[in-house]
């Protein structure tokens, strides 16, 4: 079975402060694909990453960098110098190959960015 | 890119209705759709898989004859909740799976979502 588990709930930051989002996550497999989406409050989904399980390279975007860490099964991502844009609602996901890629999502973390 | 569009984006019924979301591929071909239900806080959860031309693959929990999806074409998958009740107040967001090499390879893109409110 697959798990994923975001324990921050909601996080409440300054803007430029920098801010770290965990993930960690569950499963036998060892192919297979995180994610991580954005989610506003329009609701829409906003693909961020897709990093698969052979690519343990971290990542950086912009002011976005993912940490991976196959180890201790975690999937981290880093907003630096934060935006109040930035405020939403930040999913982990987990997919694995052969299933389709139904994706098993974690349960959320509410950034707020404020001034 | 690649866009999944839902129609409506809100609905508001009365108890005892049925409900049909719309979820479409614009511009590309999807083999398979998802449907997912996120509660208010809360995540999303997979309700069901849909193959064009196929029967859909309901996960467990979920009731295939209150949730009827129909995935007729290539580009478009409904999901109907029959005799909707307001514990099925949600936001129902669809997903399509492309294999375009095009479009990144196998990737999944998400509609917007649809508000559905059952009075």
């Known amino acids: 079975a697959q798990k994923v588990t975001q324990a921050q709930t909601e996080i409440s930051v300054v803007e430029k402060e920098d801010v770290t989002l965990d993930c960690v996550y569950e499963?036998?497999?060892?192919?297979?694909?995180l994610f991580w989406y954005k989610q506003p409050p329009s609701g829409e989904l906003v693909f961020l990453i897709r990093?698969?399980?052979?690519?343990?390279q971290n990542e950086i975007s912009g002011r976005y960098s993912w940490n991976f860490q196959k180890s201790t099964s975690s999937f981290n991502f880093t907003i630096t110098a934060s935006q109040v844009v930035d405020s939403a609602v930040y999913f982990c996901?987990?997919?694995?190959?052969?299933?389709?890629?139904?994706?098993?999502f974690g349960t959320g973390t509410r950034l707020q960015v404020t001034l | 890119g690649a866009v999944v569009s839902q129609h409506p984006s809100r609905v508001i019924c009365k108890s005892g209705t049925s409900v049909k979301i719309e979820c479409r591929s614009l511009?590309?071909?999807?083999?398979?759709m998802f449907w997912y239900r996120q509660f208010p806080k809360q995540s999303l959860m997979l309700m069901a898989t849909?193959?064009?031309?196929?029967?859909?693959?309901?996960e467990q929990g979920v009731e295939k004859d209150k949730f009827l999806i129909n995935h007729a074409s290539l580009t478009l998958s409904t999901l109907t909740v029959t005799s909707a009740h307001p514990e099925d107040s949600s936001f129902y967001i669809c997903?399509?799976?492309?294999?375009?090499?095009?479009?990144?390879?196998?990737?999944?893109?998400f509609g917007p979502g649809t508000r559905l409110t059952v009075l």
């Open positions: 997903s399509a799976r492309t294999q375009s090499t095009i479009l990144g390879g196998d990737e999944q893109f």
């Open positions: 499963t036998r497999d060892t192919t297979y694909y």
């Open positions: 990093r698969n399980s052979f690519d343990e």
């Open positions: 996901a987990l997919s694995e190959p052969g299933t389709a890629s139904k994706l098993t």
């Open positions: 511009d590309f071909q999807a083999t398979t």
């Open positions: 849909s193959n064009e031309g196929s029967k859909a693959t309901y």
